[in-house]
């Protein structure tokens, strides 16, 4: 069972922000912004290029659910989902991001060669 399906049975805890039958959201342990918390479908899907579109539409709604419960619906956010190795994902079950609680800065990408970025 991969480590968000643990989470997902309560085998490994998480700090809970908001559960329904089919989604769950969570604080990231390892915070890259003062807010971190990462969404996640209660069943196994690898990545966003698994995801059918029937999910997506659900997973929408809870997405824009958990924004509103951290206040960050007013000021705004950022939401990442790494898909695969050249996407950077660790954890090979879906997951989107939600980074916010302040203006995040977005220079990781060199504008000037788009090769830097690798
Ligand atoms: P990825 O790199 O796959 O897009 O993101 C995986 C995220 O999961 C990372 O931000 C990492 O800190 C987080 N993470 C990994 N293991 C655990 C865990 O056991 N609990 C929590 N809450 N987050 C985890
Ligand atoms: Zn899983």
Same mark, same amino acid.
Do not use: Y
């Given at each position: 069972m991969c480590i968000f399906c643990k989470i997902v049975e309560g085998e490994i805890p998480s700090? =809970?922000? @908001?559960e329904d039958k089919n989604?769950?959201?969570?604080?990231?342990? /390892?915070?890259a912004a003062p807010l971190h918390v990462l969404v996640i479908?209660?069943?196994?899907?690898?990545?966003?290029e698994e995801t059918p579109s029937e999910l997506m539409a659900k997973m929408t709604p809870f997405i824009?659910?958990?924004? =509103?419960? @951290?206040?960050?619906d007013k000021n705004g956010y950022r939401l990442?989902? /790494?898909?695969?190795d050249d996407g950077g994902q660790e954890v090979k079950h879906l997951h989107f991001h939600i980074l916010g609680g302040g203006k995040l800065i977005?220079?990781?990408?060199?504008?000037?060669?788009?090769?830097?970025?690798?």
């Open positions: 700090n =809970k922000v @908001l989604f769950l959201a969570f604080h990231d342990i /390892n915070p479908p209660k069943d196994h899907i690898v990545s966003f824009q659910e958990v924004t =509103k419960k @951290l206040g960050l990442v989902t /790494n898909v695969g977005w220079n990781h990408f060199p504008k000037d060669d788009p090769h830097k970025s690798l």
